[in-house]
């Protein structure tokens, strides 16, 4: 093997190592130009390998201040940096925060370059600016919860009263209630009014990074940590809401325990306790009772939590509420579509208050969002307007069908007329669901019935969910 291949041989190998490495790195020459960008460069900053390779890195990023590049300030001043937060946009006006180490490269006392090593803290970081609210930011009030239902009417009374006091909150509810509107409204109701509402879902990030969100970090703590204030501190004076608190491991419940005891929280890496005023608000979306049974709360942690314990109704629980809640919905998304829809039809409503709503209020209103994109110029929501996966429930699908007859067949929308195409489909699964009903979905006297192959109307049913009820 000749130096030539020599030197092939031991370029792939140093190419394959700089792309497993799990660190971003970026080299620039002495003109400021990148000559090495590794494969997680490319994921961490989003860009081709060709978009940054041989070009200067102030034509491809963008910087608050040239002054702000680490690269730079390592190549100009010949700066060493570790542990630097950084900032910046790639060339299409992406924002990336990185944690970076930073150092010249220097030959016979020259500086002939400059070597960055980069961990990327994008998501974390945008994750940390959207659970802090300020003040004015937590829209929800009292007045902000629809309904009139005695179930509802009874919790709205128990918070309106917990406002006044600093105790601890614990509100229960399944996926969809509306946890995170009781608990700003019980921050906006409170003297704390005007003081940081910080909330955060314990199940969105690993154990790892929510211990040192929660309670901050001390710089050099662990790589890539940086002096930081968890969301105790920045919640000071405030209300701090912990989302699905079930979710955190045992370990981290005990400190969250302290916390709340005490008062104080101690940084990730340091020695020192800082006190904080803060009230905390918890939400589970199971039963605590069965949450402690399986390990998955501890029992300490929920005697401190429940001071005040509030339980949010499921929709199913408040169907009186349902009539109330849609014509609201259909108003809000008036506003936001420029639209000018009426209402509902008294069928589809109908129908709405014989389902269970497994998603709570969130799916009710998905689903008017999600019928309000299918108008066209009609000003009522029709049993056709509402989501196909709505629809194909088969617990609507026969009560719609039955409240047509033949002749008749699908005006319960009105008396919208409607594309050919649209029509003949909603003809056909009438009409097959019809026939499947009559022989009691057996599917070989169906099939000879309507005059096609078993395997024909199998496939049909497939293409348009029909099973039986």
Same mark, same amino acid.
């Given at each position: 093997?000749?130096?030539?291949?020599?030197?092939?041989?031991?370029?792939?190998?140093?190419q394959?190592?700089?792309?497993e490495?799990?660190?971003?790195?970026h080299?620039i020459?002495?003109?400021?130009?990148?000559?090495?960008?590794?494969k997680?460069? *490319?994921?961490?900053?989003?860009?081709? *390998?060709?978009?940054?390779?041989?070009?200067?890195? =102030?034509?491809?990023? &963008?910087?608050?201040?040239n002054?702000?590049?680490?690269l730079?300030?390592?190549?100009?001043?010949?700066? &060493?940096?570790?542990?630097?937060?950084?900032?910046y946009?790639?060339?299409?006006?992406q924002?990336? %925060?990185?944690i970076?180490d930073?150092?010249?490269?220097?030959?016979?006392?020259? &500086?002939?370059? +400059?070597?960055?090593i980069?961990r990327?803290?994008?998501?974390?970081?945008?994750?940390i600016?959207q659970?802090?609210h300020?003040k004015g930011? %937590?829209?929800?009030?009292?007045?902000?919860i629809?309904g !009139?239902?005695e179930?509802i009417?009874?919790v709205?009374?128990? !918070?309106?009263?917990? &406002?006044r006091?600093?105790?601890?909150?614990?509100i229960?509810?399944?996926?969809g209630?509306?946890?995170?509107?009781?608990?700003?409204s019980?921050?906006?109701?409170?003297?704390r009014s005007?003081?940081?509402?910080?909330?955060q879902?314990?199940? +969105?990030l690993?154990?790892?990074?929510?211990?040192?969100? =929660?309670?901050g970090?001390?710089?050099g703590?662990?790589?890539? +940590?940086?002096?930081?204030p968890?969301?105790?501190?920045?919640?000071?004076?405030?209300?701090?809401?912990?989302? $699905?608190i079930?979710?955190?491991?045992p370990?981290?419940?005990?400190?969250?325990?302290r916390?709340?005891?005490?008062?104080?929280?101690?940084?990730?890496?340091?020695?020192?306790d800082i006190?904080?005023?803060v009230?905390i608000i918890?939400?589970?979306?199971?039963?605590?009772?069965?949450?402690i049974?399986?390990?998955?709360?501890?029992?300490?942690?929920?005697?401190? =939590?429940?001071?005040?314990?509030?339980?949010?109704?499921? =929709?199913?629980?408040r169907k009186?509420?349902?009539?109330?809640?849609v014509?609201?919905?259909?108003?809000?998304?008036?506003?936001?579509?420029?639209m000018s829809?009426?209402?509902?039809?008294?069928?589809?409503?109908?129908?709405?208050?014989?389902?269970?709503?497994?998603g709570?209020?969130?799916?009710? $209103?998905h689903?008017?969002?999600?019928?309000?994109?299918?108008?066209?110029y009609?000003?009522m929501?029709?049993?056709?307007?509402?989501?196909? !996966?709505f629809?194909?429930k088969?617990?609507?699908?026969?009560?719609?069908? !039955?409240?047509?007859?033949?002749?008749d067949?699908?005006?319960t929308?009105?008396?919208?007329?409607k594309?050919l195409?649209?029509? /003949?489909?909603? +003809?056909? *699964?009438?009409?097959?669901?019809?026939?499947?009903?009559?022989h009691?979905?057996n599917?070989?006297?169906?099939?000879a019935?309507?005059? /096609?192959?078993?395997?024909?109307?199998?496939?049909r049913?497939?293409?348009?969910?029909?099973?039986k009820?």
């Amino acid at each position: 093997m000749n130096h030539t291949e020599d030197y092939k041989h031991l370029f792939s190998i140093y190419q394959r190592i700089l792309d497993e490495i799990d660190v971003g790195i970026h080299v620039i020459n002495k003109e400021g130009k990148t000559i090495i960008y590794n494969k997680k460069m *490319v994921e961490i900053e989003g860009m081709n *390998v060709e978009d940054v390779l041989d070009k200067n890195i =102030l034509d491809v990023f &963008t910087f608050h201040q040239n002054e702000d590049s680490t690269l730079l300030q390592a190549l100009k001043k010949g700066k &060493t940096t570790k542990n630097s937060k950084q900032t910046y946009f790639n060339n299409k006006g992406q924002e990336i %925060t990185t944690i970076n180490d930073t150092f010249p490269i220097i030959n016979e006392d020259r &500086t002939i370059g +400059a070597i960055e090593i980069a961990r990327d803290v994008t998501k974390l970081e945008k994750l940390i600016r959207q659970n802090i609210h300020k003040k004015g930011d %937590t829209k929800y009030t009292f007045d902000s919860i629809i309904g !009139s239902s005695e179930e509802i009417k009874a919790v709205i009374e128990t !918070s309106k009263r917990a &406002t006044r006091t600093v105790s601890s909150i614990l509100i229960i509810g399944e996926t969809g209630t509306g946890k995170e509107l009781f608990a700003q409204s019980i921050h906006n109701g409170s003297p704390r009014s005007s003081a940081p509402f910080i909330s955060q879902n314990c199940a +969105a990030l690993p154990d790892t990074l929510i211990e040192g969100i =929660l309670f901050g970090t001390k710089k050099g703590a662990f790589t890539g +940590a940086i002096e930081r204030p968890g969301l105790f501190e920045l919640a000071e004076g405030g209300t701090l809401l912990l989302d $699905e608190i079930n979710s955190l491991n045992p370990a981290l419940q005990a400190k969250l325990l302290r916390a709340i005891q005490e008062k104080k929280i101690r940084r990730v890496g340091d020695t020192k306790d800082i006190e904080v005023d803060v009230r905390i608000i918890a939400t589970i979306n199971e039963d605590p009772i069965d949450a402690i049974a399986a390990g998955r709360l501890r029992k300490d942690l929920y005697y401190r =939590l429940s001071v005040v314990s509030l339980f949010i109704p499921p =929709l199913r629980n408040r169907k009186e509420d349902i009539e109330e809640l849609v014509h609201f919905f259909i108003e809000k998304y008036n506003h936001i579509f420029g639209m000018s829809v009426k209402g509902i039809e008294q069928d589809v409503l109908n129908q709405f208050k014989k389902y269970d709503w497994p998603g709570n209020v969130r799916e009710l $209103e998905h689903i008017i969002e999600g019928s309000m994109n299918l108008i066209d110029y009609e000003d009522m929501i029709s049993y056709t307007h509402l989501p196909i !996966s709505f629809r194909n429930k088969p617990q609507f699908k026969d009560d719609f069908s !039955s409240e047509s007859n033949g002749s008749d067949f699908m005006i319960t929308s009105g008396k919208s007329i409607k594309p050919l195409e649209q029509y /003949m489909e909603e +003809a056909e *699964v009438y009409y097959l669901r019809k026939v499947l009903k009559h022989h009691d979905y057996n599917i070989t006297k169906a099939a000879a019935a309507l005059g /096609m192959s078993r395997q024909n109307l199998q496939y049909r049913m497939r293409k348009y969910t029909i099973q039986k009820s």
